[in-house]
């Protein structure tokens, strides 16, 4: 059974570093892309980043281009989002997502197929 186990989320203050993980089960992570989207309170789920299968191309959101970085571990079937210089208008329940590509490249604007829980992530003094 596909299975994706977001962690890593938390508190921090603004200006501050979380670094999430998206652990992959059930499933060959080499042939997916991952997507990291986030939703906030009364807003609308919207696109974070993106990884292809390989990890040769990301994608990024403008408002968190030059801040986040995608990185993914197929090894250890693990997909990481780095985030820096967080902001409280960061906050939100961020999920990731999986979506069979095969050694495409394609990875921003598809619908996903396969979802995690989510992790909570609050900026905030």
């Known amino acids: 059974q596909l299975q994706l186990v977001e962690s890593g989320g938390g508190l921090v203050q603004p200006g501050g570093s979380l670094r999430l993980s998206c652990a992959a089960s059930?499933?060959?992570?080499?042939?997916?892309?991952i997507g990291w989207f986030r939703q906030a309170p009364g807003k609308e789920r919207e696109g974070v980043s993106c990884?292809?299968?390989?990890?040769?191309?990301?994608n990024y959101a403008d408002s968190v281009k030059g801040r986040f970085t995608m990185s993914r571990d197929n090894a250890k079937k693990t997909v990481y989002l780095q985030m820096n210089s967080l902001k409280p208008e960061d906050t939100a329940v961020y999920y990731c997502?999986?979506?069979?590509?095969?050694?495409?490249?394609?990875?921003?604007?598809?619908?996903?197929?396969?979802w995690g829980q989510g992790t909570q992530v609050t900026v905030s003094s």
């Open positions: 997502a999986a979506l069979e590509t095969g050694r495409a490249t394609m990875c921003w604007g598809y619908e996903y197929d396969y």
């Open positions: 059930g499933f060959i992570l080499d042939y997916y892309a």
């Open positions: 990884i292809s299968s390989s990890g040769g191309s990301t």
